[in-house]
């Protein structure tokens, strides 16, 4: 695909964005999954990827300095945002900050009523899970990725139902276990940012 394409840079920095996007979809429906670039097949429209019988679905945006891809396991509407970032900015705060200052305005809520929360996860690259959003102390009702590369950060959520927390979900380390990705009848979301250069 990267040999045949017009612009091989951004078709390769696309595969890599995409791949890159539905690892973080499998690993938060399958956390022991293991990333092997070849086993992710992105379709001829760049608008699917295959993987051990899934199928996930991509969103990709590619701008002149960046490319980035949201991945679900489910077509239908996200937000998304991606920002440059200031020199001298942590990129893992600025991608949260970039995060809760949008769904704050979207949840019609002040940003500090707003919070990302990562459980401890054995076995993860880092020792946590996915981030989850919560509101006033409730799990949100939307999955939420995070990612930055270079100068940018960006971020994805799932759309529905993300006006108002869940009141019923009590914030604890069996709710955030149960985590977003898993909601019955849900669809997961990740989002990958890179730079072009």
């Known amino acids: 695909m990267v040999a045949r394409s017009r612009e091989p840079c951004v078709t390769f920095w696309t595969l890599f964005a995409a791949k890159e996007a539905a690892y973080k979809v499998v690993l938060k429906l399958r956390p022991d999954a293991i990333l092997a670039h070849r086993k992710f097949e992105v379709g001829p429209g760049l608008d699917e990827l295959h993987y051990d019988g899934m199928r996930i679905v991509l969103d990709v945006e590619v701008m002149p300095s960046h490319v980035h891809v949201v991945a679900a396991t489910r077509a239908g509407p996200h937000l998304a945002g991606v920002a440059k970032l ?10 949260r ?8 305005v979207r949840m019609c809520c002040a940003r500090d009523e707003l919070e990302i929360v990562r459980e401890r996860r054995a076995g ?18 939307a999955d939420v990725s995070l990612s930055h590369d270079g100068g940018f950060v960006a971020f994805a959520a799932t759309a529905w139902d993300a ?9 604890s380390s069996h ?8 909601l019955p009848g849900r669809s997961s979301i990740s989002s990958w940012c890179c730079c072009r250069s």
């Open 86 to 95: 200031p020199d001298d900015d942590d990129s893992s705060a600025a991608a």
């Open 97 to 104: 900050e970039l995060l809760m200052g949008t769904m704050a």
């Open 124 to 141: 993860s690259w880092d020792g946590f899970g996915p981030p989850a959003l919560f509101r006033g102390g409730a799990l949100v009702e």
């Open 163 to 171: 006006i108002t927390a869940k009141a019923s979900v009590e914030p």
């Open 175 to 182: 709710a955030l276990n149960f985590g977003c990705a898993r």
